[in-house]
């Protein structure tokens, strides 16, 4: 019976708790400075220890968890989440953001169709070239 580990690097703790699906994808979101300890950026091999604050950003969310647990491999879902703890200001901003989203929606989420196929572009054309306004008729 092996024991956990005191150290491990940083993009294969991402990939074990689950935060991103490959260990590429956890390299290159650190690379990119989206991930942060303690405030610093750092590289994909730091070390993370059991009390380490990350601080993680994916997409327009940003997360900050205290890291509870070291796993040299990836389980299910409970037991990736027994490995950290979200902050409790996190996890207020979190709601605070998804609820800001919920209330003004992105506009070009609201589009439906999408953009004009050609048969509507020509329908477009069609109908503005046979329009008639009262500024072109004759006076006479």
């Not at 506009?107 to 306004?133: C, E, F, M, N, Y």
């Amino acid at each position: 019976m092996s024991q956990a580990p005191a150290s491990m690097r940083l993009d294969k703790w991402l990939w074990a708790a689950r935060f991103y699906k490959t260990r590429a994808l956890a390299v290159d979101e650190i690379n990119l400075g989206r991930v942060r300890i303690a405030g610093q950026p750092v590289k994909p091999s730091r070390d993370v220890k059991v009390g380490d604050l990350l601080t993680l950003r994916t997409g327009a969310v940003t997360r900050e968890v205290a890291v509870l647990g070291l796993s040299a491999q990836r389980g299910p879902a409970p037991q990736a989440q027994a490995l950290y703890a979200e902050t409790q200001a996190s996890i207020t901003a979190r709601e605070a953001a998804a609820e800001a989203r919920r209330l003004a929606p992105e506009p070009a989420a609201t589009i439906v169709q999408g953009r004009p196929t050609k048969q509507d572009r020509r329908r477009l054309a069609d109908w503005d070239r046979w329009s008639a306004s009262l500024d072109d008729e004759d006076p006479g």
